[in-house]
């Protein structure tokens, strides 16, 4: 439980139950017996709690992004049930088995990636993420710029994402203490030692926040950036705000989801007004 979960589910509750009892007109219809008086507190508190619990709720429910989740198994198919004999997973197996791969682009397409929303990830706060094949850990530093470096250590590969503390505009390892500047990834302090190898550093992967999103170029040579998304007005100024995320699992390959997906350049251009 967060400090502000405590703060109101249990010490904003217990306040107002004192404050209840202690007040003159409540105290005069109080009986005298201790065990009821600390019997009815209770009752109190508990009351006022679960109205917090409630409140909210509703109110997260309400103001929170929408966040939906599908299955592939379960969302991706037109099919009830299969044929005589064979069930409904069996059959989708089947057409998976019966798909003809051919040449096949790169595993994954050269460009910027979403690693995490910038709502997602506080300052001074560190967050594991697996993307294109890679193990990374995100992490913010002090002064608010966000970074993107391989998650295990190169001492002895411990994930800095899971444990790791963020110090300035470095990370530090949760086993010995290996800190780790977020900028190029060289290794700056080894807390059991004065001398740190000048060799020594971990991977790190070129990122940029912009339109509430943090991102990260991938390219399969290597490469760098050869264009940068540009900075929205409409999101920068708060009129275009989040309202949901859909998150869908398919077996298929990354750029297949854009190249069929809902063109709507070529909606605005042939059947718009």
């Known amino acids: ?144 710029r966000a970074y993107i470096i391989d998650a295990y250590c190169p001492h002895l590969g411990a994930n800095l994402a899971v444990g790791g503390k963020v110090t300035g505009e470095c990370i530090e390892c949760p086993f010995h203490g290996w800190t780790y500047q977020g900028e190029d990834g060289k290794c700056v302090k080894i807390a059991y030692a004065d001398k740190v190898p000048d060799f020594v550093k971990v991977p790190t992967y070129r990122s940029m926040e912009i339109n509430n999103m943090i991102l990260l170029w991938y390219h399969a040579e290597g490469e760098e950036p050869s264009w940068y998304p540009p900075e929205l007005e409409k999101i920068k100024s708060g009129e275009m705000t989040l309202d949901g995320t859909f998150e869908f699992y398919v077996d298929c390959h990354i750029q297949d989801v854009a190249e069929n997906s809902a063109d709507e350049a070529h909606l605005q251009y042939l059947h718009g007004p």
């Open 1 to 144: 439980m967060g400090k502000t979960a405590i703060l109101v589910y249990l010490v904003v509750p217990a306040a107002l139950s004192v404050a209840l009892f202690w007040s003159d007109a409540v105290a005069a219809h109080l009986p005298n017996d201790s065990r009821v008086l600390f019997l009815e507190f209770c009752v109190t508190h508990g009351l006022l709690a679960g109205l917090a619990y409630l409140t909210r709720a509703v109110y997260v429910f309400i103001y929170s992004p929408l966040v939906i989740y599908g299955d592939e198994g379960r969302d991706s198919y037109f099919i009830e049930k299969g044929q005589a004999g064979i069930n409904r997973e069996d059959a989708i197996a089947a057409m998976k088995r019966s798909r003809k791969i051919e040449d096949m682009p790169p595993v994954y397409p050269n460009g910027w990636f979403i690693a995490c929303t910038s709502a997602s990830l506080k300052k001074m706060e560190t967050k594991y993420v697996h993307m294109l094949g890679l193990n990374l850990a995100v992490f913010r530093g002090e002064s608010g």
